[in-house]
């Protein structure tokens, strides 16, 4: 067995795990470089116009997207479409449709529960609703994005090239659902049904071949809860003006302390848009080429 086996496949690509530790490396390298260069440039820009910004998720998009450049198109040699992030990613279709099923996905099952008493609507102090929803997706947005260049950007590329694409899908989402343990109320349901979310947006990610249709099913979903619901996100109330969601029913169906999406209804709403995107054609992403690394 020679060194080259150890490093390459027989069709002269970089196994696996090289790919991926070339990946870590460019991210602690990015976010060395977006901690000190980048952050001060967005703090100083958004305080000027008064916009309040995820700091944290926005240095971890930039250190992403650097890591990305480095590991995809300089180690690997690939074009952007093999991480589901090419010209064609950015298909209208692609783009709405995974828009809409993110926030019907969410949108539906509570209300729902709010139709048959689970959740209820309660008066909130008043404030702008609306100056809350613009502020809640420029808080967003970053921090879906991070997730999902992070768990369905080049990683799921690269295990997917390695195992297939299923088990890249559930590889990424059993790590995607464990880093939510440290979320305020967190417990294995909230994590199991954060491990489903994940397999819905992979599933997302292959079946458009687009990156951002996955990250704006996940902002949408988020959004709605948040941004038009007034309610919890993975735990953590982001903001509460003119109303509120209170839980009135029990915690297996409205996900308790946890919010809407830990309920066994946003479960659901979850498995029928997987279905719906396993049922399509693929979408054109390069994932899933097993050359045994």
Known sequence: MSAGWLLRTASGRWRSPWRLLVFVVALVVGLI????????????????????LSLESTVLCVALALAHLAALRWFDGRPWRDAGMGGGSWRPGALVTGTLTGALGIGIPILLLVGIGWLALRSAPDG???????????????????????????????????????????????????????????????????????????????????????WLAHLAWNWTMAGLWHAPVSGVTLGIVDWRLDDAGPDWATGGKWGPEGGAFAALGMLCATSWFAARPRGGARAGHNDKQ
């Open 33 to 52: 470089v977006a901690q000190s260069l980048f952050a001060p440039l967005v703090l100083g820009v958004a305080s000027a116009v008064g916009l309040r």
């Open 128 to 214: 702008s609703s609306m100056a809350l929803a613009l502020r809640l997706l420029a808080f967003l947005a970053p921090a879906a994005l991070w997730e999902e260049l992070a768990f369905r950007g080049y990683p799921l590329t690269v295990l997917a090239d390695a195992v297939g694409a299923r088990i890249a899908v559930v590889a990424t989402s059993m790590v995607f659902g464990l880093i939510h343990l440290a979320n305020p109320g967190a417990d294995w349901r909230a994590v199991g049904l954060v491990t489903l979310a994940g397999i819905w947006l992979g599933v997302v990610r292959l079946a458009t071949g687009s990156l951002w249709a996955a």
